[in-house]
């Protein structure tokens, strides 16, 4: 089946340094894909709705400036946390769905631990 | 917008019993669902899902109900062994367009006791 790759699956940065985590679709191009964020015993958020060659939409309470997205290519997504903070902490999620199909596929989450 | 409630927030089981996690949705437009196992420090893993044109679906000793009028659907897991313990979502969106993000509702952590 389709598989996202996400990484990286845990990283731990200090606070003011940016963190980069990837997206990638890998055996289907993926228009759009979708970033969440999940806090400990939550649902999983909408953060922002990735499209390929155009802006991010980014859900109502997210800061764009602070939650970069890049989506340059079918197959890769990209979320900056830009000058991170104690309460980014969190499980990050990426999301993708194959034009042809409804099913969304899900990367393995980045745990992000701001010091 | 969507809506997706979901109940119990928690549940627990004895190995071999039944489980059944209802959800609820509010937009009408709404036609694709999906339920998603979760396992700790892990990414969702899709297990069966549902489109609008059928009331039920199963696999194995998964299965899923749909009643758009009421506008509820029902994840059932039979024969309950302990490695299905895990945080269970389920989520609903409209599937005209690969462009709708799915609305989750809020997980039920399902144990199993052997």
């Known amino acids: 089946g389709a598989v996202v790759s996400q990484h990286p699956s845990r990283v731990i940065c200090k606070s003011g340094t940016s963190v980069k985590i990837e997206c990638r679709s890998l055996?289907?191009?993926?228009?759009?894909m979708f970033w969440y964020r999940q806090f400990p015993k939550q649902s999983l958020m909408l953060m922002a709705t990735?499209?390929?060659?155009?802006?991010?939409?980014?859900e109502q309470g997210v800061e764009k400036d602070k939650f970069l997205i890049n989506h340059a290519s079918l197959t890769l997504s990209t979320l900056t946390v830009t000058s991170a903070h104690p309460e980014d902490s969190s499980f990050y999620i990426c999301s993708a769905r194959d034009f042809k199909n409804t099913e969304a596929f899900f990367g393995q989450g980045t745990r992000l631990t701001v010091v | 917008g969507e809506n997706v409630e979901q109940h119990p927030s928690t549940l627990s089981v004895q190995e071999g019993d039944s489980a059944v996690i209802k959800c609820t949705y509010s937009?009408?437009?709404?036609?694709?669902f999906p339920w998603y196992k979760q396992e700790l420090g892990k990414g969702p893993q899709l297990i069966i899902d549902i489109r609008s044109n059928v009331g039920e679906k199963k696999d194995q000793r998964i299965a899923v109900t749909l009643n758009k009028t009421a506008k509820h659907f029902s994840l059932h897991i039979t024969e309950t062994q302990p490695e299905d313990s895990a945080v269970y979502f389920c989520a609903a969106t409209p599937n005209s367009n690969s462009g709708y993000a799915l609305n989750f509702g809020k997980g039920t952590s399902l144990l199993v006791t052997p």
């Open positions: 055996d289907f191009q993926a228009t759009t």
């Open positions: 937009d009408s437009a709404s036609n694709y």
């Open positions: 990735s499209n390929e060659g155009s802006k991010a939409t980014y």
